[in-house]
């Protein structure tokens, strides 16, 4: 009877000792560099050094840490699978990635290395839904979830489809979760070209504040990237922890390992000057009936002021043959064209890769043979319309936009290519008029606001079109080399 009582109370004591380690919450991360995308005109450098540095911080702030880099989709999947594994009631789960991200019927996708990406319903089967993780998380009994994404890059499915919206989008996330993105929402930053990126550092920089708690960390890091980069980048951050979560020290005072010194005269950065940014519905209203097809002949408006050049047509690029038969997209296509000569798919997919690297001859050509093909085929229409509008062929590529809109009323790529036709033309108010009926649709469509910017200065509404562009800028600060790249200044 002793012995038994007295094994009795060893279990007790042996699961009391362990309640106070489930109680406090274990630490499990994922951390994900994604770099090597075929896809993409060069390897990245920055998400593999920041995702190393990311997991050694984790490990010193006692993170059960799972480091992968250049996962394919199966790796991806995965990997997820083994962070759900690990979690139990009143853990704390962290997932960090750098990659390329994209937003879909307002979710956000984390994109592995092998996507095969050309159409938006693509990104919703290869992409990871960063709420479809942050739900199972939360549904594994997680106390603490915490999601940093260093994604908001501009990828080379965009022009894919053109009524692609830049950037993450918002997340709905159960309570009790903090998520991070590197950027403001529907916005992308430039390449630093280095090989860290600039929220990392200043994320690195705030995490290893001891004491700190996870939602001022969160505030200081996103004022020290806007800080550091002047306002060109404003990390965009939402929080429900109820709980004081600290990456450095806790009530206990629990002894860290070894790390970094971190500096004990730290002062917050001064606040950053407000950006300005698009009116956003979050419930997009019916769309507006098509504006009229226009003549493919038209007449300049009388009302319109003689302005200055605005375009001229830009170079042709005269990108190595030999160096785009080289890349593997184009190659591993070319192989099935050479199998198969009539294969509409690959044809379209080649001529969208070639119009990417700026081979717009090569494009136009693939384009027409797609359309051979298929007269109906309103994306390749479309496709065609912007590539002969890049080149100045403006009023092919004007009955091209007709004809798509014609068999897709509503299309808002074609709207959008169509405003770039008009504006190269310059007739700016029709050039409004589509982008007006492109961003009634997609509000978000930063090609639409640019141009519509740029229309309305030479049309005289000077602080209107400022305003458009200023907000296209801000979402995407590459637009402006985007239009100059197609002969528009």
Request: charged share 20%; hydrophobic share 35%; with cysteine.
């Amino acid at each position: 009877m002793k012995t038994r009582l007295a094994l009795i109370l060893s279990l007790i004591l042996s699961v009391a000792s362990v309640a106070p380690s489930l109680a406090a919450g274990d630490r499990y991360a994922l951390v994900i560099g994604n770099a090597k995308y075929p896809d993409a005109d060069s390897p990245l450098k920055e998400p593999v050094n920041d995702a190393r540095d990311v997991a050694d911080e984790l490990k010193r702030d006692g993170f059960s840490v799972d480091l992968q880099e250049n996962l394919n989709g199966d790796g991806m999947r995965r990997a997820f699978d083994r962070l759900y594994g690990k979690i139990r009631p009143g853990s704390v789960a962290l997932i960090f990635f750098s990659g390329f991200g994209i937003q879909s019927n307002r979710q956000s996708y984390m994109i592995p290395v092998d996507a095969q990406i050309w159409t938006e319903p693509d990104v919703r089967r290869d992409g990871i839904s960063l709420e479809s993780v942050l739900s199972e998380i939360n549904s594994r009994g997680a106390g603490i979830k915490i999601a940093l994404i260093d994604a908001s890059r501009r990828n080379p499915y965009e022009r894919r489809f053109r009524s692609f919206s830049a950037g993450l989008a918002p997340v709905i996330a159960p309570n009790g979760t903090m998520v991070m993105y590197s950027a403001a929402l529907s916005s992308v930053v430039s390449d630093s070209g280095g090989d860290h990126s600039l929220f990392v550092q200043e994320l690195l920089k705030e995490i290893r504040v001891p004491n700190l708690s996870a939602d001022d960390m969160m505030n200081q890091t996103r004022m020290g990237v806007t800080r550091a980069s002047r306002g060109e980048q404003v990390p965009w951050a939402s929080s429900s922890l109820a709980e004081n979560f600290s990456f450095i020290g806790n009530p206990t005072g629990g002894e860290r390992p070894p790390g970094p010194s971190v500096a004990t005269n730290y002062q917050p950065p001064p606040p950053p000057q407000p950006q300005p940014t698009p009116a956003f519905n979050p419930v997009a209203p019916p769309p507006p009936p098509p504006p009229p097809l226009l003549d493919s002949s038209p007449t300049p408006l009388k009302t319109d002021p003689v302005p200055p050049p605005l375009v001229d047509n830009p170079p042709i690029n005269n990108t190595n043959q030999l160096a785009l038969a080289d890349d593997p997209t184009i190659k591993s296509l070319t192989d099935k064209l050479n199998a198969n000569p009539d294969d509409a798919n690959a044809l379209y997919r080649r001529g969208q890769v070639y119009a990417s690297k700026g081979a717009y001859s090569l494009a136009i050509k693939d384009f027409d043979d797609t359309v051979r093909l298929n007269p109906k085929d309103v994306e390749a229409l479309n496709n065609r319309c912007w590539a002969r509008a890049v080149i100045g062929d403006l009023q092919a590529a004007l009955k091209d936009c007709n004809e798509a809109l014609r068999l897709r009323p509503n299309f808002v790529d074609a709207l959008d290519s169509r405003g770039l036709v008009n504006l190269k033309s310059g007739l700016t108010k029709n050039a409004i008029t589509d982008f007006d009926a492109a961003l009634r649709i997609n509000p978000r469509l930063t090609s639409s606001l640019y141009g519509r910017g740029l229309a309305k200065q030479r049309s005289g509404s000077i602080s209107e079109g400022n305003l458009d562009i200023a907000n296209a800028k801000a979402m995407d600060p590459n637009i402006i080399q985007e239009f100059e790249s197609y002969g528009v200044h």
